[in-house]
């Protein structure tokens, strides 16, 4: 039954822990139809509040990273673009962020769990007495099915969409995915309230969120992989002071990274008196790496990059 109202609503429960065209959709719509989500966040609610690390250890990761949906856009065939206009994007007043074992760029050098629960206010979330972060709400999770046949994870992206983690995908945002099946069938889910380009921890400042979007059928702009148009410029409101960035050079690109990283927990621990678990979180929620230099062989150049706008005066 195809939905006549304008605006839809996907509540929390119509959530799955796969993409796969055989899940049935949750609701049909028209092209050009508002979805409002209502999502968990990336634990399927095993990580709440009042959580500790022991949350962590017990987490049972065949719930983690659900995503809500799908949802069926009337008119979606193979070959078309589904556009995804981000209308709107409402953090709960809580997050966490954690060092999971076993996951995240510098894996096997934090074997032991850890935890920050996060309280927002005033648009932004304190980490440490003097290191304020502002919130930056998007989705780490939008996609649409792929063609092929059977169930893939949810924890990787694909060429049509998934776990992206870009956190340029805020309010404001137009994102574009390839239609590989009938309907697209669109889902999301992995709210985020902010995130370093990265994610080196694995895990960004995680939130249920209230994401609302317009989900439109374009066959006059075909892509194979996915495509945004961003809200304005990047960094907007991070970007308010000078970055202070580490440089790892190696000839393998994702070693280069890892040394940018180490460097940048080193330098919060000497400058902040930070301790290493929470200088890797924090990287993980506010630095950016970038590839500054990928074309002069046999060595290349990650920069891990930190916003100074996040440290209070002492």
């Known amino acids: ?28 719509i028209e092209s050009g139809d508002v979805v409002e989500f209502d999502m968990p966040e990336s634990s399927g609610g095993q990580v709440g509040p009042d959580s500790t690390v022991q949350t962590i250890r017990d987490l049972d990761f065949t719930q983690v990273d659900p995503v809500n949906g799908p949802v069926y856009v009337e008119g979606a065939k193979p070959g078309d673009t589904l556009q995804i206009d981000i209308l709107d994007l409402q953090p709960a007043d809580w997050g966490w962020t954690a060092i999971v074992p076993g996951f ?3 894996a096997d050098e934090f074997p032991d769990p850890a935890i920050k629960v996060w309280h927002f206010e005033d648009g932004s979330a304190e980490f440490a007495p003097g290191i304020r972060i502002p919130l ?8 649409v099915a ?13 060429s049509t969409g998934g776990n992206m ?4 995908l805020t309010k404001g945002a137009t994102l574009y995915l390839p239609v590989q099946t009938d309907g697209a069938l669109f ?14 921890c694995g895990v960004a400042i995680e939130t249920p969120m209230r994401a609302t979007v317009r989900l439109t059928v374009r066959t006059d702009h075909p ?31 994702m070693e280069a990274a890892r040394k940018a990283v180490r460097s940048m927990i080193k330098y919060l621990q000497r400058t902040y008196d930070l301790s290493r678990d929470d200088a890797y979180m924090l990287c993980s929620v506010a630095a ?21 706008s996040i440290f209070q005066q002492r």
């Open 223 to 253: 892509v194979e992989q996915p495509q945004f148009l961003t809200a304005g410029p990047l960094n907007r409101r991070t970007n308010t002071a000078p970055y202070y960035a580490t440089d790892g050079v190696d000839p393998d690109l």
């Open 288 to 308: 950016d790496l970038k590839i500054c230099e990928i074309v002069d062989a046999p060595h290349w150049l990650v920069g891990a990059f930190l916003p100074q």
């Open 165 to 168: 983690d870009t956190k340029h």
């Open 136 to 143: 930056e709400p998007f989705c780490g999770e939008t996609g």
């Open 146 to 158: 792929p063609g092929e046949e059977g169930a893939l994870s949810t924890i990787p992206p694909y």
């Open 1 to 28: 039954m195809t939905t006549m109202g304008r605006t839809i609503h996907v509540n929390r429960n119509q959530r799955h822990l796969a993409w796969d065209k055989s899940i049935q959709p949750v609701v049909r």
């Open 187 to 200: 889902s999301m889910g992995d709210g985020h309230a902010a995130q370093g380009d990265g994610e080196v």
């Open 104 to 106: 995240g760029l510098l």
